[in-house]
């Protein structure tokens, strides 16, 4: 067999996710997860969706600007993407979503870039999504891990 050369290798297609069997496989494989938008009271959905990831067993990356330097999760929350000192899997995204835009360029300078970033249950921005797919990475929009985890994978 002939290794292809590096102008022939064209990345795996990156798409947009909305069905149970895509969800399921990223659920599945993306264990690191970066939360964009991290809260710290616990009646916020920004606060107990990545505690429910934390106690199924992910790593859960608070980012946050007012939360910067405070633990939760048991890690330390970064005031940004580019704070973050390892890479992760997934970017879980807790903002509205006319503010999901001011990501996109921290989303495309990570290192490597994650496999999917997760717009939570209401949030949609199909022009970030469609710059994300583009640069290799899927995206989901409109959903909530904590509730597609339960359903899918079980509490």
Not at 9 to 31: K, N, S
Not at 88 to 111: G, I, K, N, T, Y
């Amino acid at each position: 067999m002939r290794w292809r050369a590096e102008k022939d290798y064209a990345p795996p297609m990156a798409r947009t996710v909305d069905d149970d069997e895509g969800i399921r496989a990223i659920l599945t494989r993306c264990r690191t997860i970066a939360v964009v938008g991290v809260h710290h009271e616990p009646h916020r959905a920004a606060f107990y969706v990545p505690d429910y990831l934390r106690s199924v067993g992910y790593r859960v990356l608070g980012v946050n600007p007012a939360l910067a330097g405070r633990e939760l999760f048991g890690e330390t929350v970064v005031a940004t993407l580019g704070d973050l000192t390892e890479p992760v899997d997934l970017v879980d995204v807790f903002r509205r979503s006319d503010r999901v835009p001011d990501h996109l360029e921290q989303l495309l300078a990570m290192r490597p870039l994650p496999s999917v970033v997760w717009l939570q249950l209401g949030i949609r921005h199909d022009a970030t999504a469609a710059a994300l797919v583009e640069a290799g990475v899927d995206v989901v929009q409109d959903r909530c891990t904590l509730a597609d985890h339960r359903r899918l994978l079980g509490a």
